[in-house]
């Protein structure tokens, strides 16, 4: 089955679409990558959106309308990945939509709203859609992510040692082979707010302005202070800590610093943050993937954190690193679509596995596929 999938995660800087043949091969998945594109948000939108996002104010008027514009945007670039990647023959998407809150309230997780309304999608391409993966883990008592814990653990799943799968979005997350997955902390997310806060752009473009400052000292271990470090996994946070307001108030208790400085200090908290969980389990080797990947920088201060531990990107496993989150819910949503679980219980801290999201029709229905089939141990990309 031709699936696309569609992620645009907490920096919200753009909409990436990677499609890939699935299929199942007895308790195997098995993943062909057919490629990726990828297309910003307009100016307009992005703007509304970053003013929507807590702690903003907001109003029901303006969430209908993101929810729409942004739907718009997830169908063009859906159709454009239709025709460009499987030549008009795609059969399923699958859509994270972007993530506006999630509601954490004493280390639980109450709710969450991914916006992006699927109808548009659905309309635009004629294939059915799966999308609002989330909520159906949290009604599970689990934390709805990392969602893409089951498909690093189906990935990395017979690799010698303890390996570890990290993400370096806007938040970074991990997951290691004993199904412990959780998120680690801010990954670009408060570098980005420092960038945009100082320079008006919307990150440090190959961590050129970190790698002209020095990292303060008193700065880093006031962040490091941060409850959020100690609590245990499962645990998940976002922008509705992590954010400009927050950077802005620990900034207030140090003496004045080049923007440079702080830009290096917060990939330094980054980088310390991340190896820090990355010890907790032991791990013995590193794959990462993600926008962070990018930043030479705050690649080279994990590596100086983590002596020993080899740090590959997901590149060298045959995921392009970019592309890796569209790539898992494109799995997530085949897995849907078959009646077969997308979450581990472990990772997520929920009472039970979950089928994941809902379904809007394609123009001709849904598609038939086969029922009963047994849950994959493992994913296979080739």
Same mark, same amino acid.
């Given at each position: 089955?031709?699936?696309i999938?569609?992620?645009s995660?907490?920096?919200?800087?753009?909409?990436d679409?990677a499609?890939?043949?699935?299929?199942?091969?007895?308790?195997?998945?098995?993943?062909?990558?057919?490629?990726?594109?990828?297309? =910003? *948000?307009?100016a307009?939108?992005?703007?509304?959106?970053?003013?929507?996002?807590?702690?903003?104010a907001?109003?029901?008027?303006?969430?209908?309308?993101?929810?729409?514009?942004?739907?718009q @945007?997830?169908?063009?670039t859906?159709?454009?990945a239709d025709?460009?990647?499987?030549d008009?023959?795609?059969?399923?998407?699958?859509?994270?939509?972007?993530?506006? *809150?999630h509601?954490?309230?004493?280390? +639980?997780?109450?709710? =969450?709203? +991914?916006i992006?309304?699927?109808?548009?999608?659905?309309?635009?391409?004629?294939?059915?859609v799966?999308?609002?993966?989330?909520?159906r883990?949290?009604?599970?008592?689990?934390q709805g !992510?990392p969602?893409?814990?089951l498909?690093?653990?189906l990935?990395l799943?017979?690799?010698?040692?303890?390996?570890?799968?990290?993400n370096l979005?806007?938040?970074? #997350?991990?997951?290691?082979p004993d199904?412990?997955a959780?998120?680690?902390?801010?990954?670009?997310?408060?570098i980005?707010a420092?960038?945009h806060?100082f320079?008006g752009?919307?990150?440090?473009t190959?961590g050129?302005?970190?790698?002209?400052?020095?990292?303060?000292e008193p700065?880093?271990?006031?962040?490091?202070?941060?409850?959020? *470090?100690a609590?245990?996994?499962?645990?998940?946070?976002?922008k509705?800590?992590?954010?400009?307001?927050y950077?802005?108030?620990?900034?207030?208790?140090?003496?004045?610093?080049?923007?440079?400085?702080?830009?290096?200090?917060?990939?330094?908290l980054?980088a310390r943050?991340?190896a820090? !969980?990355?010890?907790?389990?032991?791990?013995?080797?590193?794959?990462?993937s993600g926008?962070?990947?990018r #930043?030479?920088?705050l690649?080279?201060?994990?590596a100086?954190?983590?002596?020993?531990?080899p740090l590959?990107?997901?590149d060298?496993?045959?995921?392009?690193s970019a592309?890796?989150? @569209? *790539?898992a819910?494109?799995?997530?949503?085949?897995?849907?679509?078959?009646?077969l @679980?997308?979450t581990d219980?472990?990772?997520?801290?929920?009472?039970?596995?979950?089928v994941?999201?809902?379904?809007t029709?394609?123009?001709?229905?849904?598609?038939?596929?086969?029922?009963?089939?047994?849950q994959?141990?493992?994913?296979?990309i080739?």
């Amino acid at each position: 089955m031709r699936v696309i999938g569609l992620m645009s995660g907490t920096s919200y800087d753009a909409i990436d679409a990677a499609a890939a043949d699935l299929r199942l091969d007895g308790d195997s998945l098995v993943l062909r990558p057919l490629g990726m594109v990828s297309e =910003t *948000y307009g100016a307009e939108v992005r703007e509304a959106l970053a003013a929507a996002l807590p702690p903003a104010a907001t109003t029901l008027a303006e969430v209908c309308r993101l929810d729409t514009l942004i739907g718009q @945007a997830f169908a063009a670039t859906a159709l454009r990945a239709d025709r460009e990647l499987c030549d008009g023959r795609g059969e399923l998407v699958a859509s994270h939509g972007q993530t506006v *809150y999630h509601w954490t309230d004493g280390g +639980q997780v109450r709710g =969450t709203l +991914q916006i992006g309304q699927p109808a548009w999608i659905a309309e635009a391409t004629g294939l059915p859609v799966v999308a609002d993966f989330r909520p159906r883990d949290i009604a599970a008592g689990g934390q709805g !992510a990392p969602l893409v814990s089951l498909f690093d653990l189906l990935w990395l799943r017979g690799r010698p040692g303890t390996p570890v799968a990290l993400n370096l979005g806007g938040i970074a #997350n991990l997951t290691a082979p004993d199904g412990t997955a959780f998120d680690t902390g801010p990954a670009g997310a408060l570098i980005d707010a420092a960038v945009h806060h100082f320079t008006g752009r919307a990150y440090d473009t190959d961590g050129a302005l970190a790698a002209r400052g020095r990292v303060h000292e008193p700065l880093l271990r006031r962040l490091l202070d941060e409850p959020y *470090y100690a609590l245990p996994a499962p645990k998940t946070t976002g922008k509705e800590l992590f954010h400009r307001a927050y950077l802005l108030a620990a900034l207030a208790e140090i003496d004045t610093l080049t923007h440079q400085d702080v830009i290096a200090t917060l990939t330094r908290l980054t980088a310390r943050t991340v190896a820090d !969980a990355v010890r907790s389990v032991r791990a013995t080797e590193v794959i990462a993937s993600g926008g962070g990947t990018r #930043n030479p920088v705050l690649m080279a201060m994990l590596a100086e954190e983590l002596p020993g531990v080899p740090l590959h990107t997901s590149d060298a496993l045959g995921l392009p690193s970019a592309a890796k989150e @569209a *790539y898992a819910f494109a799995v997530l949503g085949f897995l849907t679509l078959h009646g077969l @679980a997308g979450t581990d219980a472990r990772s997520t801290g929920a009472r039970h596995p979950s089928v994941l999201g809902s379904v809007t029709p394609g123009r001709d229905g849904l598609p038939r596929v086969p029922r009963g089939l047994k849950q994959p141990v493992r994913l296979v990309i080739g």
